[in-house]
């Protein structure tokens, strides 16, 4: 079994407040409770009252917090990171209006780079697992059948993807942790909690450069 999650940073809006940024990343492990490990360690370390309802959050945590689970993440030893990261001044206008084709084409984009680097096998049970967020139900269900059409046509028949709310997986809190890191390299231009992580990162690919 291969176990993909799926996080997003910034927007995909190209307003005057609208984030530069707007990147997908992808953690894939063999075993999901890795991941499920850290967020649980670093949440009984916290102090009650700074606890947040459910969840962890990377923008709203404390740097001590984001620096330990990035570290412990980083001690994965079988965690790849793959990220695609789209540069809006460069999409161009016709694009621009075509917000959720654009969603779905770059998020199938990273997953074409994952198969070509041959990171995951055709022969064994891929399960991907994407933060649900407050996408309304029919884009919902557009996104999984356009990325589940897509790997299928790539010969991946044993993949099956869901999407989840974040507050119920704890793996998809420790993504939102690395794909903030990266975010903040590019939006930013601050690499401190990117390096904690960088050794993990497989494939970087800027879009649009």
């Not at 997908?24 to 606890?51: P, Q």
């Not at 990117?194 to 494939?203: G, R």
Request: hydrophobic share 40%; net charge positive.
């Amino acid at each position: 079994m291969t176990y993909i999650f799926m996080d997003e940073s910034g927007d995909m809006g190209f307003g005057n407040k609208s984030s530069k940024w707007f990147l997908f990343t992808l953690a894939v492990v063999a075993e999901d409770k890795s991941l499920e490990r850290v967020v649980k360690k670093v949440w009984k370390t916290i102090h009650k009252k700074h606890k947040h309802v459910g969840e962890l959050h990377a923008s709203k945590e404390k740097d001590i917090t984001r620096t330990r689970i990035l570290q412990l993440l980083a001690e994965i030893q079988d965690l790849k990171i793959m990220t695609i990261i789209l540069n809006k001044k460069k999409v161009h206008l016709d694009l621009q209006e075509q917000k959720n084709y654009l969603y779905n084409y770059t998020a199938n984009l990273v997953l074409d780079r994952l198969i070509n680097k041959h990171f995951i096998n055709k022969d064994r049970h891929i399960s991907m697992v994407v933060d649900r967020k407050d996408t309304k139900k029919n884009l919902r269900e557009n996104f999984i059948s356009y990325i589940t059409r897509a790997m299928h046509k790539r010969g991946h028949k044993k993949f099956e993807m869901t999407l989840v709310a974040s507050h119920e997986n704890k793996c998809l809190q420790a993504v939102d942790f690395i794909s903030w890191a990266i975010f903040r390299k590019y939006e930013k231009g601050d690499f401190e909690f990117y390096e904690i992580i960088k050794s993990k990162i497989i494939d970087e690919k800027l879009l649009f450069p």
